[in-house]
């Protein structure tokens, strides 16, 4: 899981050079090329079950008859075959969108993305502040449908409103080497060690000393486990969905937040504010900038803000006067 820019599954893109309405171009190939890939994966597995089932024939036969016999090469060609066929024919349909696709180096990912349907903005004219959602009205209105929106009763008997602090944070890494992914933003920290190395009094912001913030995904189990103890799923999640084990926590002083960016994560997220107050900027992806517009909200200590970050280009700015903390998950 990388954030920073975006582009489709797999790191395969779509181009957008091939021409419109024909059966060459983006949407049917993107559509097709999802679903070879989907494939794909099932197709893997199926042939490897083929071969299992070979080297299973051979071991339930007595030893004397595992000398490859006829029956035993018709078997082998058999089961070459059935492996083989998936590939084959998964090749033979991506045969007319090939000129349509390419591999998409890292570097300009964000550049080759494929263009957003821009109805998932365009109705979008600023950011609502919701309670007492259920469930289905909340998987039906904003959950997948790009539509962003700020929860303003999903933390209420959390106990990490009082229980997260830097120390909590410091406590809970102290033994723990490894960083999952770690954002420096414009501090000089190289690593989660390096900020919870640094002095109380500037973690605690007092006066004179230089601000900071910085962000990190923790895919430590334990350390997981232990952080889920101080909070719930949120309540106006869809029965279905999954929260995504993987935990963001960014954590730092008034002033400084995140630069315009877009995310290449697998799932929409939300983050719920533990401290503070942050002020978010979204901007519509490029090629919607004539149809949506761009939308701020403020969300406050308590709120959950839910965004699909691969979409929306976002940054935000602490606002309040003393530490944010916040803590938040993708779900599928
Ligand atoms: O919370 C922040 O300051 C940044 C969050 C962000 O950029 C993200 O979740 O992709």
Known sequence: MERSSGIGK?????????VSKSKHCPEQARDELISILTKRE?????????FRLVVFYVKIRPFRARIPGPRLVILLALGAILS???????????????????????????????????SICQEVQKIEKISNIDSTLFEERYAYSGRPVVVTDATKNWTAMQAFSFAFFKELYKDQEFDCQFFPYKTGFQSLRDVFDMSMSRALLESGTEPWYVGWSNCDENIGSILREYYYRPYFLPDTSESEKTDWIFM???GYGAPMHVDDVKYPS????????????????RECQYSCTRLEVTVDSGEIIVLDTNKWYHQTLIVSEDISITIGAEYD
Request: glycine letters at 8%; charged letters at 20%.
């Open 270 to 285: 939300w983050q719920a504010q533990i401290q503070g107050r942050k002020k978010w900027t979204l901007e519509p992806p």
């Open 84 to 118: 083989a066929y998936p590939y084959a024919t998964n090749f033979v349909r991506s045969l007319p969108y090939r000129r349509c696709l390419m591999q998409q180096p890292g570097a300009t990912k964000n550049l080759f993305r494929p263009a957003e349907d821009c």
């Open 10 to 18: 797999d790191g395969v893109a779509v181009s957008g050079s091939c």
């Open 252 to 254: 730092g002083s008034p």
């Open 42 to 50: 099932k197709v893997h597995g199926r042939s490897i079950s083929a």
